[in-house]
């Protein structure tokens, strides 16, 4: 067993990127219908516009984690949270309703659902020997937790302000996992590409 102020000397970008992919998938897969259809999306593009993120996933998963074998991790952890931050802004700056939103949606989630894979690898990466199981389940208890206070939160956001800050709630999360990361490669020396265990 790995606790959590374990995980977080072991490895804190994981630990806290862990909260903020969590809050970031929760919030698109809890709200994603709910801004669809109050943006006046038809019942057919309300499930492309669910189902694209998940099938960008499914495409980017593979160029993404090969990236992440060949450099520093964290470095493709920023670029890919900083991208996923940019494509939610433009989704947030686009007029509601526009079809345009759906090839974006796709790769947002791109983007977004590789975090956990990464942060994760990079977890592993520092692990010591043993713990892989350990550091895997006290990730997944975070990240659990994240997916289950982003929506509550971005949904009291969303009452309040206008389903519009949808999108930038995910901003918002996927910006604080880029500039957790971006203090993480000043305040540490990164890991030798050598000791990264390969994505799968």
Known sequence: RVR????AHIAPTGLVGMVFTGASHGILFGLSAVYATRAGFSPGETALFLALPSI???VFQWPVGWTSDRLPRRGVIFVVAVCAAATSAALGLTPEGNLVMLPMMFVLGGLTFPLYSLLLSHTLDRSPP???MGASGA???VNGVGAVLGPIIAGSIMAALGESSF?????ATHGMIALY???RLVAEDALPVSRQGPFV
């Open 130 to 132: 043993g713990t892989a």
């Open 4 to 7: 959590l102020r374990e995980l």
């Open 56 to 58: 960008g996933a499914l």
């Open 181 to 183: 990361v971006a203090y």
């Open 167 to 171: 999108f930038w709630c995910l901003v």
């Open 139 to 141: 990730s997944l208890r």
